[in-house]
């Protein structure tokens, strides 16, 4: 993350206030699904509601390996 946060505030009086700020930073983030640890197995087929949308639940592929992502995959730029 890189940027500037900036807050103020302003009393006038003992009923009235002001209070404001300015955000100029980015970030970055990439999010996704990560077969990481198959505990001694060679691949993970995922039950068939945590598949995507554009693959059949009988589709010969549904078989990860170790690595590979599946499910979602987004990548974000905030600003």
């Known amino acids: 993350m890189a940027g500037l946060a900036i807050n103020f505030g302003l009393q006038f009086n003992d009923n009235w206030n002001f209070a404001g700020g300015l955000d100029f930073r980015t970030y970055q983030s990439e999010q996704y699904v990560e077969v990481f640890d198959l505990l001694g197995g060679n691949y ?4 068939r509601l945590d598949l995507p949308e554009h693959r059949s ?3 010969a592929n549904n078989a ?4 590979e992502k599946y499910d979602y995959y987004n990548d974000n730029l905030m600003r």
Do not use: I, S
């Open 57 to 59: 639940p009988n589709a």
């Open 64 to 67: 990860y390996r170790e690595g």
């Open 44 to 47: 993970h087929a995922p039950n």
